[in-house]
């Protein structure tokens, strides 16, 4: 072991050695170029439109970015493309019969519901096979920004509210990923939990917060994974863009944590190439001629070291001997899509969650006569908009899900709505990205059904209704008509129910959203809920999966679902204030208020809210239902006094009828003697195998030091407090079912950290 680790360590230092004699080679323009990207094409933004973007030609078209190559010293180009669900090429090429489709992944909230990292990293493993065979060198992804309030854009992109589940999930979305010797870039680096002003927003956060919920994912991913590369983020971070910010890309993420790899810029994030250098990020995107010519000017005037420059220089060398361009791989362009397909389809049944399911309304006997209402039953959304929208072939939609696994479908209504939905659609103005970026389409309004759905009850046996959400990159989501159901969809929602119910027929409602909604209003109507989220290009089949009980849902939420949007802590600091007083153009003409949000609620955010300040969600963080039962017992602690760490066992049991797999959560209860603590937090998770009823399997959980602590503002270190701490297994939140306590003898600090990045002006934080 240890020698297999001094060889990779040495091969290491040989690249870095490597990279820097090459960059002792460079004049300083071939410096610049290499740390400015070699700019973008964006659809209906021309040539010399006078943005100062350098535009090119796309070595893979549809990419996001490349890298300038010097021929001389034998540098290729590489190329970078999005996003976290997939690959983001285009999918059809100039003069060329072929196609470049890739798989759409389910999306990461989906993937963390899973609460299986062993199946997201069969996921990347796929997701980087098509990486690679298509000539790219970088998967902009994993996100892993935190769910803190249900409106956010973007969520769909990130995992969790809770920064374990993000960084053990991210960390093997890279590690997958990156088993083919192709890099990842997670982002966005850090605290980007809007996209309201997301280029101008200042977020004032205290640094407990900051430390314990929103960096303590990007901690974990970059030290269980050590990604290529990070994306450094579009906002401020109390009063510095994080890309110009040292004590976040370089005190922070390389001598604490030990990042070894390349920093990028989101794309035109920021506003000072040179600040941008000092601190770290080395390579600026997409690129622009602007940033080149302040780079040089700030060398030659002597106020960027020249040194600096070499260092990041150096890092973006090393990445590039890396790369399978450096290595001339002959990619395919040919991926074994059908394969992946299967793979996306099993993941993304396990990451469903089963919401309500009263009197086994579900699984559903193939025999039985579906009408199936709502739009988005023929219109399935595979995954979210924005940069992180894949190319793919097909969405198998809800219904050819359903007449794939041998349903029957109430054909009259069938054919009514996908008339319908085709002739809407096709009314919808046609836009490029980059006008669908400003204004995106709203989805179409409901088919008028009046008249229809008491016919309907009386022929079909079963109804479903899917309510569909869309959201982002760009804009976040709203309250009303998006958060909170449509007046028209509630009323579908009613009718169908009555109608049903009256000939004693079942209603189940499947929410086909990349994250929350409101359910708590219109959930007692209906018998079955099942939230299908973005599930990727095989959506339909995935959830007739589901539907026929051939897969046994075993998803949890990793993000609560408040009863109203209000319950929310965060809902009076999201997004926060502009300034549009004192508001400026930006690219594109686009206007850039300056804004400010302040992180009140601290550390409590999702179920550390909810859990220490008795607010009842209406589903809370870690709950899904199965088709079978699982009874836990045997919780037992290797020891009763903490000493460098403590393994926790517990069995776990089918108690049920069907074969089924359970998500085990570890909390802990930490005693709050010097620091104010959640209730309780969740420390570590398992994914148990196919256990058939009856069957029985021990989780063993690890329990270390850091596990224990808190940051510390006051002395900048994670303290432990001693006292008596309580290890909870749960099948949620707040359905814990064995718990056990330890001691800790005398407080302990784990970690020192840097003194950095406290914000500027006092916060007023909630206390318990
Ligand atoms: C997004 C990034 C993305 C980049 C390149 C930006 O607008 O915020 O997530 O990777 O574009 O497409």
Redesign the pocket.
Same mark, same amino acid.
């Given at each position: 072991m240890l020698l297999i680790n001094a060889g990779i360590v040495s091969a290491q230092n040989e690249t870095a050695a490597k990279a820097k004699a090459l960059v002792s080679k460079m004049t300083l323009e071939e410096k610049v170029n290499l740390v400015v990207g070699m700019g973008m094409n964006i659809p209906g933004v021309s040539q010399g439109s006078g943005t100062g973007i350098g535009q090119i030609e796309d070595k893979v078209p549809g990419a996001? $970015?490349t890298t300038f190559a010097i021929p001389h010293l034998g540098i290729p180009t590489t190329v970078v493309a =999005?996003?976290p669900a997939g690959l983001r090429i285009s999918p059809s090429r100039k003069d060329d019969k072929n196609t470049y489709y890739a798989t759409a992944w389910p999306v990461a909230t989906l993937l963390a519901s899973t609460w299986d990292t062993k199946l997201v990293q069969q996921v990347g493993a796929a997701m980087g096979n098509e990486v690679k065979e298509y000539g790219v060198d970088v998967l902009?992804g994993p $996100?892993l920004n935190i769910h803190r309030n249900p409106l956010g854009g973007r969520n769909f992109e990130y995992y969790s509210e809770d920064p374990v589940v993000s960084g053990k999930m991210a960390a093997a979305m890279v590690n997958g990923i990156e088993s083919n010797a192709v890099g990842t870039s997670i982002?966005?680096f850090a605290l980007n939990n809007q996209e309201k002003n997301r280029n101008t927003v200042n977020v004032v956060v205290g640094e407990r917060a900051m430390r314990e919920i929103y960096l303590r994912g990007f901690e974990i991913a970059v030290k269980e994974s050590q990604p290529w590369t990070v994306?450094s983020s579009?906002n401020k971070l109390n009063g510095t863009y994080t890309s110009e910010e040292y004590d976040l890309l370089t005190t922070i993420l390389r001598k604490e944590w030990g990042f070894k790899g390349l920093v990028m810029t =989101?794309?035109f994030g920021g506003r000072d190439a040179v600040a941008q250098m000092k601190a770290g990020n080395d390579l600026l995107m997409p690129g622009t001629p602007d940033q080149r010519k302040a780079i040089i000017a700030a060398v030659n005037a002597g106020t960027l070291d020249v040194k600096v420059l070499d260092a990041n220089a150096e890092r973006l060398v090393n990445y590039v001997l890396g790369s399978q361009a450096f290595k001339k791989y002959a990619f395919t362009n040919k991926p074994d899509l059908k394969a992946h397909a299967l793979i996306a389809r099993n993941a993304a049944a396990d990451g469903m969650v089963l919401l309500k399911n009263n009197d086994k309304a579900l699984p559903v006997s193939t025999a039985k006569k579906i009408a199936a209402f709502g739009i988005t039953s023929y219109d399935f959304v595979s995954g979210g908009t924005g940069?992180g929208d894949v190319n793919e072939e097909y969405t198998v939609s809800l219904v050819q899900g359903l007449a794939n696994a041998g349903y029957k479908l109430d054909e009259g209504l069938t054919s009514q709505y996908q008339n319908y939905v085709t002739a809407e659609k096709a009314r919808q103005p046609k836009k490029n990205f980059f006008e669908e970026f400003m204004n995106p389409t709203p989805r179409i309004t409901e088919m008028e059904t009046a008249g229809l759905i008491e016919e309907k009850a009386k022929a079909a046996d079963i109804a479903l209704i899917t309510i569909g959400r869309n959201a982002g990159?760009g804009s976040d989501r709203k309250v009303e008509n998006d958060f909170n159901l449509k007046a028209e969809e509630i009323k579908l929602i009613e009718n169908v129910s009555n109608a049903f119910h009256a000939e004693k027929k079942k209603v189940v409602l499947i929410i086909n959203a990349g994250g929350v909604i409101e359910t708590a209003s219109w959930r007692d109507k209906v018998d079955a809920i099942l939230l299908a989220y973005q599930p990727g290009l095989e959506a339909g089949n995935a959830v007739a999966d589901i539907l026929t009980g051939k897969v046994n849902p075993s998803g949890k939420l990793a993000t609560t679902f408040p009863v109203k949007y209000d319950d929310e802590v965060s809902a009076k600091n999201f997004p926060g204030k502009e300034f549009p007083e004192q508001a400026t153009k930006g690219m594109f003409g686009m206007p850039q208020i300056p804004a400010e949000v302040v992180y009140e609620e601290g550390i409590y955010v999702g179920y550390r809210y909810y859990n220490t300040f008795n607010v009842q969600p209406a589903y809370e963080f870690g709950f899904g239902l199965s088709y079978t039962s699982f009874g836990y017992s045997n919780l037992k602690l290797s020891s009763a006094d903490f000493k460098g760490n403590i393994n926790a066992t517990v069995d776990i049991t089918n108690t049920g009828k069907a074969a089924g797999k359970e998500a085990v959560q570890l909390y802990l209860s930490a005693p709050g003697t010097k620091l104010a603590k959640p209730q309780e937090e969740l420390k570590a998770f398992a994914k148990t195998g196919l256990l058939k009823p009856g069957q029985k399997q021990t989780i063993r959980f690890v329990i270390n030091a850091k596990d224990l602590a808190s940051f510390d503002t006051e002395s900048s270190s994670w303290v432990a407090d001693a006292g008596k701490y309580t290890v909870k297994a749960g099948a949620s939140s707040s359905d814990i079912k064995q718990s056990a306590s330890f001691t800790l003898a005398k407080s302990l600090v784990v970690e020192k950290c840097h003194k950095v990045l406290a914000p500027k002006m006092e916060i007023s934080e909630i206390k318990k």
């Open positions: 996001a $970015g =999005d996003g902009l $996100g982002k966005h994306m579009y =989101d794309w940069s990159e």
